[in-house]
Nanobody, 120 residues
């Protein structure tokens, strides 16, 4: 069993910053990739940023230059530093992990989601 626990969401004014954290725990053998997705009301879930075990990163065009994803491999934790937030960043942010468990199976796990609200 694996759990992803997110924290760090909240309400912030436009131009402000927030930092999201997501810690994975449980029967983890290795984590291939961890990332963040978001879903705004009435919209589909979209990729925000992802980082692989090799250290490569990928960002949605809408957040490039404003958001930074980082990872603490020793703690199975991924962070999303969000700067210069805009009202259009308002969404529920979900942590995602593609990982192998100790029984040698590959899974795609999701966190419970954390609300980020940016006021204008």
């Amino acid at each position: 069993q694996v759990q992803l626990v997110e924290s760090g969401g909240g309400l912030v004014q436009a131009g402000g910053s927030l930092r999201l954290s997501c810690a994975a725990s449980g029967s983890i053998f290795s984590i291939n990739a961890m990332g963040w997705y978001r879903q705004a009301p009435g919209k589909q879930r979209e990729l925000v940023a992802v980082t692989t075990s090799g250290g490569s990163t990928n960002y949605a065009d809408s957040v490039k230059g404003r958001f930074t994803i980082s990872r603490d491999n020793a703690k199975n934790t991924v962070f999303l530093q969000m700067n210069s937030l805009k009202p259009e960043d308002t969404a529920v942010y979900y942590c995602n992990a593609v990982l192998a468990t100790t029984d040698w199976r590959l899974y795609n796990y999701w966190g419970q989601g954390t609300q980020v609200t940016v006021s204008s």
